[in-house]
């Protein structure tokens, strides 16, 4: 059997399925190269099915061996890894300090989105959202696995995550919503017995995503519910995390995040979370990127088993303009998951104009951190990309595929804020980005101008090298050559808001 390195070895097994399957048994396998040894959980899928996935990180041959109590037979075999094709650069790590990059080295500039809960819509929903992530707006997409309950979003998922009965939800309405918050009676769950046709269309959508080369940011618990699974026992919780670290793990594309707006779950203290956190960082033998996303307090970031900040905005005004203060405080990469929504939303926080969100996430690209993409649309389908996904009907998208494009062109891996008054020599109110590694000094600059609107800038580097000027408009996308300068020199604008400056040094 072939499977490319950074694929999924997949074998399945027949097993017992008296008493509790998820409870009552184990399952395990060690998988051995040259290079390597991980011994990884499986899991069980129902009917009496166990499952083994693995992610082999090197190419070549590998020997296998599954054994556990669901089963008096050792299992074993091989596989050799192949070469990665594609868009298969592997799982996406930290890269030096503050960017990331995916295993080959190859930079990844997390321009992702927000949908809560699209795999759990009808199928038509579902393919909608597809064919609008196949346009290359994103290469992020951050969801849940546990079904969401807030206004705008009060419908059942196709699936549920327990066997049991939910709460009847026959009253509900957007005037009431707020009654069913939490763990109203009449819900009744077996938190010890998982469904696996509900984690089956995650299986799906995790795929698909790997598959059109987006990260998938699992987002393992929040508090919009109705239904009681953000209020199950501990016991459970840490159930929960090990079944899916068993049955994600070796998906490269999986991020995970240890919970949204950590702070709304008053159930769980400080001390659960770093529990949940140490069994979550134990059972994935990957080490894939983990974190914990805030509401209006972040979390400890310099906490050694988170890799990177998850953010929302604490400030109703100012957000991403603090990257730099954050990569300071916490000294790792800096990704604002949420910092409002473009739409029409009574909430303030969804319904931003789509000039808006698109400068905040150029403000926090030119200081080293990332910002991520949301949509809140009211629509007489009722459906909402934000939780349902669906068609996109706003602006924003196009301006993350164009900012994709454009840090593709820069020297390493991102950019980091350059300091005006000391290294440099632009003048006192330019806002400098410049690459992340030292090795390129003086070979790359993009000066922009947010919702400022000069209608010329002067431009000093030095008295000898000569750099190709280019001016971008990052709202209407464009890039404007401007000529080869060196010195002292003025660049005439088109006076207007978002637009900026790039300055290439010249290779001949």
């Known amino acids: 059997m072939l ?21 009552d048994y184990e399952i395990h396998g060690t998988f051995t190269h040259e290079k390597e040894s991980l011994t990884v959980d499986g899991f069980y899928d129902g ?41 298969n ?58 079904p969401k309950h807030y206004d705008f979003c009060l419908h059942d998922p196709a699936a549920f995550p327990f066997e049991g009965t939910p709460v009847d939800t026959s009253a509900l309405t957007r005037d009431n919503f707020s009654q069913y918050n939490g763990n109203p ?14 984690f089956q269309i995650h299986d799906r959508a995790v795929q698909r995503l790997m598959e059109l080369g987006i990260e998938a940011d699992l987002i393992l618990f929040h508090a919009y519910d109705r239904w009681g699974f953000s209020q199950m026992p501990m016991k459970d919780n840490l159930r929960y995390i ?105 909430h303030c926080w969804g319904n931003f104009t789509a000039e808006e969100l698109t400068r905040r996430a150029w403000e926090a690209l030119i200081r080293g951190g990332y910002c991520g993409h949301g949509e809140t649309f009211l629509s007489s389908d009722n459906i909402i990309w934000w939780c349902h996904g669906g068609r996109l009907k706003g602006e924003c998208a196009p301006r993350f595929r164009f900012m994709m494009e454009f840090l593709k062109d820069v020297p390493g891996h991102g950019l980091k804020e350059g300091n005006v008054r000391d290294d440099l020599h632009f003048q006192w109110d330019d806002k400098v980005a410049v690459p992340e590694e030292d090795s390129y000094e003086g070979e790359y600059y993009f000066l922009y101008f947010s ?49 900026g400056i790039r300055l290439k040094k010249c290779k001949d």
Not at 54 to 64: L, R, W
Not at 96 to 113: C, E, I, K, N
Not at 276 to 297: F, K, Q, W
Not at 478 to 489: E, I, L, M
Request: hydrophobic fraction near 30%; glycine fraction near 8%; charge should be negative.
């Open 3 to 23: 499977i490319e390195k950074w694929g999924i070895f997949e074998q399945s097994f027949h097993g017992k399925s008296d008493g509790n399957p998820f409870t």
């Open 47 to 87: 009917e009496g099915i166990y499952r083994i996935r693995f992610m082999p990180s090197y190419e070549g041959e590998y020997h296998y061996q599954v054994s556990g109590t669901f089963s008096e037979e050792i299992y074993t075999g091989a596989f050799t890894a192949g070469a990665p094709s594609g868009n």
């Open 89 to 146: 650069h592997g799982p996406v790590h930290v890269y030096g300090q503050y960017q990331l990059a995916y295993a080959d080295g190859t930079p990844h500039y997390s321009l992702g989105t927000t949908c809560y809960t699209f795999d759990l819509q009808k199928e038509s929903v579902v393919e909608e959202t597809f064919a609008e992530l196949e346009k290359g707006y994103f290469n992020k997409m951050r969801f849940c696995i546990m």
């Open 185 to 198: 009676p009449g819900n009744d769950w077996d938190f010890t017995r998982f469904n696996p046709v509900f």
């Open 242 to 346: 090990r079944y899916m670290t068993a049955r994600y793990g070796a998906y490269r594309n999986v991020w995970w995040a240890l919970a949204n707006e950590y702070e709304l779950l008053g159930n769980l203290s400080s001390e659960d979370w770093e529990q949940m956190a140490a069994v979550l960082t134990a059972s994935d033998p990957y080490g894939h990127l983990r974190s914990i996303h805030n509401c209006e307090t972040f979390y400890d970031y310099s906490k050694p088993w988170i890799t990177h900040c998850s953010c929302q905005r604490c400030d109703h005004y100012k957000t991403t303009e603090t990257t730099s203060e954050l990569r300071k405080l916490y000294g790792k990469p800096v990704v604002w998951d949420e910092v409002g929504y473009e739409g029409d939303f009574p």
């Open 451 to 499: 919702i400022w609107r000069p209608p010329f800038r002067q431009i000093y580097v030095d008295d000898d090298t000569w750099y190709d000027a280019e001016i971008i408009d990052t709202w209407n996308m464009t890039v404007t050559p401007a000529g080869r300068h060196k010195g002292k020199y003025e660049l005439k604008l088109p006076g207007t808001q978002y637009i």
